[in-house]
């Protein structure tokens, strides 16, 4: 059964849609070879990233803000409420609802994934228009099936995966393969040659959260004196 929670923020009234959602497991279907129909198999361990409720904050156009009890399900990317003794539900997902746990602020952005657009939870790493992103995620692995039917079976785990995206301003994130620069100036093309110096100049391989983030400073500030010389240009 699903109910609706009402989250108040403060003397008005704004209401977070919170779906009660029960711890449930993952099932699976596969097939074995020389079967006919699926079967089905429970994935071992668990969705979330920490199985512990931390308490944390629930933001609303960055304005109002709601404490309570959160987890993150890192599987189904949605954070789950708890009230009392029960999972109350989870946070509805939106781009103008922000969330901070454990001293991280979680984001719901915009995002590539093959070409397609999608929205996700993201940690930005660092301030400014172009973003350095954190994904979490809960991931299955490939089934490996035995070779006959009669074989025993073993059942996929959940397994943590962590991914870097970096977002330019007004476009969704896209994903690096790994920290680098091969991986970074891919993105940031357009200011390539500059980048490049500026890298080699003070010793940046961009294999660290914060070499990248230098260099994504050095873009805004690049960027930022391109628009002044184009407004004065226009004037």
């Known amino acids: ?40 198999v429970y994935v071992s361990g668990n969705a979330y990233w920490n199985q512990e409720f931390k308490t944390g904050k629930i933001f609303l156009h960055g304005k109002g803000q709601k404490t309570a009890f959160l987890r993150y399900d890192a ?17 509805y997902k939106d781009s103008d609802v922000n969330i901070i746990l454990e001293r991280e602020k979680i984001e719901y952005i915009e995002y590539l994934d093959h070409g397609n657009l999608k929205k996700g939870y993201f940690i930005p790493l660092n301030l400014g228009q172009t973003v350095l992103y954190l994904r979490r995620q809960k991931i299955i692995p490939e089934i490996e099936l035995p070779e006959h039917g009669y074989e025993d079976f073993k059942p996929p785990a959940f397994e943590k995966k962590i991914t870097y995206y970096l977002r330019k301003k ?24 500059e980048l490049r110096q500026y890298a080699r100049k003070n010793r940046l391989y961009m294999r660290t959260e914060e070499e ?16 002044d010389q184009g407004e004065k240009s226009s004037d």
């Open 75 to 91: 599987y189904r990317d949605r954070f789950e409420i708890l009230k009392g003794k029960d999972i109350l539900g989870y946070v």
């Open 1 to 40: 059964m699903k109910l609706i929670f009402l989250l108040f923020f403060f003397v008005f009234p704004l209401t977070i849609l919170c779906q009660l959602s029960e711890a449930e497991p993952v099932i699976i279907s596969y097939k074995l070879p020389g079967a006919s129909t699926d079967r089905q």
């Open 212 to 227: 990248v983030i230098r260099v994504l400073a050095h873009y805004d500030s690049l960027k930022a004196k391109e628009d």
């Open 170 to 193: 007004d476009s969704p994130a896209k994903e690096l393969n790994d920290l680098s620069r091969k991986e970074v100036f891919a993105v940031l093309w357009d200011k390539y040659s």
